[in-house]
Structure formats: C-alpha cells, structure tokens
C-alpha cells in the first residue's frame, strides 16, 4: 500500500513499508517474491529520500518495515505522522511493533506527531486524518487512520487496511471527504470462511457502491488484501458494473501504473512448481479492469 502523493506544496509518501506473508498455502515465499521484495524496498526508500512527509498508519510490518537493508536515514528531516501508539490499538503493536519502532527512527524526523484525528497544511495542500478505527471488522487486527489529500483542485483519500471498507465508520470518512481519487486496500477475499465472511464482503460492496454513488470520485484503486485472490476480477464483477454504470476507472495499482498485474502471493504453489505464474495469475491487464 506504500504512495507517493505529489503536490505543488509537499511531497508526501504514505506508509513506507514492504513485506510477505511467512506462510500462504503451506508455503514459505518463493524467491521469486523475495528479489521482488528487495527491489520494492528500494524503490520506497528513494521516494522516502525525496519526500518531506511520511506517514504509519499502523505498525503492521507492511506499512513500515523496509528491512534491514535499508538505512532508516531515509526518516531523518521528515515530518513524521504515526499511529498513535497506546491509544485504540491492539497489544501487540502497543507493546511490541509501536515501540520497536518508535525507537528505531528516535531522533530522525524533523517532527513526529500522533495523527490520529488531526489534521496538516503545507501551503494550499491540505492532509487530513480520520480518527481511529479498526482494521477491518475485527478490532483484534488494530486500529488504522485513513488520510485525505487536498491540494485546492483534487482530493485523495486513501484508506490504509479497512479490509473493504467493511465498516459504515470506515465508509462515512470518504464520503464525508468526497474524494475524485481513493485508493482503497479492498475485501480480503482470500480469507473467506476464515477471518473474511460473506457478510464481510456483501457490506464491502455496498459500501463501495454508495461512495461511487455519493462522491465525485472518478478513479477507484482496488488492491492490498484484494490482489491477493487469483479470482480478483471474477468475484469483484458487480463493482466493475457499478463502476462502468457510473463511468468511474476501477483498476488495480499495477494497471494504474501500466504494469503488468504479477500477484506473486497468490501464484506462490505455481511458482514453487515452475518457477512461473500460472495463467490465471501471469502478466496481463483485463479489459474489465481497465474500464
């Protein structure tokens, strides 16, 4: 979910972090997925270098872990805003991750500020941030902050981990900031019957309809939990009718990007046996999806 947000006043890059699940289908990452790994890091750390703003939603790895071959140089000078790290969060980040963390980059950001609920100006441009609020549906996982980017002429929300928005706390901070643009984490289908269930993703859908239906936004970035799921675009066919029903871009980051979409997690058994995705999950770019 690592962003870079440029506008005329600031640069902004949006939780700095990269990492892999230890374990999907049985399977440790193929090192495939670890030189991708490794070359996303660098990639984030040099918008990190370039930017005067960085943000940690939460202190779940992906957000803020760029590993140890990284300097954490790349936090000195900034302006730091970062979950609040005792308040609404769950144990394990407030008695392990949020601390680890906090001392690593100590004394490196020009300013570090609890964001939650808060708000930033850099000249026109304007960052807001939600107030805390569980990630997903199940506060076990923690609390995140979305954030909001208005530069006068566009707004950006982006939703960190809401595993949809599943929740209506969620899905009320978008359509109160009426963004043009959202980049949104989406259902986490792969967990259906798990962690995720059916009732996680009908209201993930109706919540995404109604921000199509009630905001000026024109492009929908669907990805993080969703890109997870070799049958992304399948299950997701009624927000593609909903999208072109309104003429609002429903696309992955990948396809944003115009790259092609490599969802390397979920061709992990594929590339264990051939050393290649499988057809459902190799380079391509859907028709569905790029409408």
């Given at each position: 979910?690592?962003t870079y947000?440029e506008?005329k006043?600031?640069?902004?890059?949006?939780d700095p972090?990269?990492?892999?699940a230890?374990?999907r289908f049985?399977l440790?990452p193929?090192?495939?997925e670890?030189?991708?790994?490794?070359?996303?890091?660098?990639l984030?750390?040099n918008?990190?270098?370039?930017?005067?703003?960085?943000?940690v939603?939460?202190?779940?790895y992906?957000?803020?872990?760029?590993?140890?071959?990284i300097?954490?140089?790349?936090?000195?000078g900034k302006?730091?805003?970062?979950?609040?790290?005792?308040e609404?969060?769950?144990?394990?980040q407030?008695?392990e991750r949020?601390?680890?963390f906090?001392?690593r980059i100590?004394?490196?950001?020009?300013?570090?500020?609890?964001?939650?609920?808060?708000?930033?100006?850099y000249?026109?441009t304007?960052?807001?941030f939600?107030?805390?609020?569980?990630?997903?549906?199940d506060?076990?996982?923690?609390?995140?902050?979305?954030v909001?980017?208005?530069?006068?002429?566009?707004?950006?929300?982006?939703?960190?981990?809401?595993?949809?928005?599943?929740?209506?706390?969620?899905?009320?901070?978008?359509?109160?900031?009426?963004p043009?643009?959202?980049?949104?984490?989406g259902p986490?289908?792969y967990?259906l019957?798990?962690?995720y269930t059916?009732?996680?993703?009908?209201?993930?859908?109706?919540?995404l309809?109604?921000v199509?239906?009630?905001t000026?936004v024109?492009?929908?970035i669907?990805d993080?939990?969703?890109?997870?799921?070799?049958?992304?675009?399948?299950?997701?066919a009624?927000?593609?009718?909903?999208?072109?029903s309104?003429?609002v871009?429903l696309?992955?980051?990948?396809?944003?990007l115009?790259r092609p979409?490599?969802?390397?997690?979920?061709?992990?058994?594929?590339?264990?046996?051939?050393?290649?995705?499988?057809?459902?999950?190799?380079?391509?770019?859907?028709?569905?999806?790029?409408?």
């Amino acid at each position: 979910m690592a962003t870079y947000v440029e506008t005329k006043d600031v640069k902004i890059l949006l939780d700095p972090g990269v990492a892999l699940a230890p374990r999907r289908f049985g399977l440790p990452p193929h090192p495939v997925e670890f030189e991708r790994l490794r070359q996303l890091a660098k990639l984030i750390s040099n918008y990190a270098e370039k930017a005067q703003v960085l943000t940690v939603t939460h202190y779940h790895y992906d957000h803020h872990d760029l590993g140890d071959s990284i300097p954490l140089k790349v936090w000195e000078g900034k302006d730091a805003y970062v979950k609040h790290p005792t308040e609404n969060i769950n144990p394990s980040q407030k008695f392990e991750r949020a601390p680890l963390f906090l001392k690593r980059i100590e004394g490196l950001p020009r300013n570090l500020v609890y964001a939650d609920g808060g708000e930033a100006s850099y000249g026109r441009t304007v960052i807001k941030f939600s107030e805390a609020m569980p990630h997903g549906a199940d506060p076990k996982l923690g609390y995140i902050f979305q954030v909001s980017i208005d530069d006068g002429k566009e707004k950006l929300v982006y939703t960190s981990d809401v595993e949809g928005p599943v929740l209506k706390e969620q899905t009320a901070f978008i359509l109160a900031e009426k963004p043009s643009f959202l980049i949104v984490d989406g259902p986490m289908t792969y967990m259906l019957g798990y962690r995720y269930t059916m009732e996680n993703l009908g209201a993930a859908f109706q919540n995404l309809k109604q921000v199509m239906a009630e905001t000026p936004v024109e492009t929908i970035i669907l990805d993080h939990h969703f890109m997870r799921d070799l049958n992304y675009q399948l299950i997701a066919a009624p927000l593609y009718k909903a999208a072109k029903s309104r003429n609002v871009k429903l696309i992955s980051a990948a396809e944003y990007l115009n790259r092609p979409v490599e969802i390397l997690e979920a061709c992990r058994p594929e590339l264990y046996k051939t050393g290649n995705l499988k057809p459902s999950g190799r380079s391509r770019r859907s028709k569905a999806s790029r409408k």
